[in-house]
């Protein structure tokens, strides 16, 4: 099964930007959809944003406009650009792949990034 490891986070002031990276363990190229997802705490986990296998995105409603998921098939890698962050923003990002019928591909989380914001 594919696993996934997050890198890319840590300490930002509001206004800054980072770039998560998730890499696979294998390939992604036919992952029905893959998503980044964060956990505050003393919160469940969120689904921040999600690309599917055709290339469409969908963001929640709190990061549109400011985060863009990408991916690149070649080297089964997916990004999270996060730009004009907020501390709100703040939390430990994961993520994982979903399978069309539900469910996800790694059945166990990684360990994420954690995303600071503060001044």
């Known amino acids: 099964q594919v696993q996934f490891v997050e890198s890319g986070g840590g300490l930002v002031q509001p206004g800054g930007s980072l770039r998560l990276s998730c890499a696979a363990s294998?390939?992604?190229?036919?992952?029905?959809?893959m998503g980044w997802y964060r956990q505050a705490p003393g919160k469940q986990r969120e689904l921040v944003a999600s690309m599917f296998r055709a290339g469409s995105t969908n963001y929640s409603d709190f990061v549109k406009g400011r985060f863009t998921i990408s991916r690149d098939n070649a080297k089964n890698t997916v990004y999270l650009q996060m730009n004009s962050l907020k501390p709100e923003d703040t939390a430990v990002y994961y993520c994982?792949?979903?399978?069309?019928?539900?469910?996800?591909?790694?059945?166990?989380w990684g360990q994420g990034t954690q995303v600071t914001v503060s001044s």
């Open positions: 294998g390939s992604i190229f036919s992952i029905y959809r």
């Open positions: 994982n792949g979903e399978k069309p019928w539900g469910g996800y591909v790694s059945p166990s």
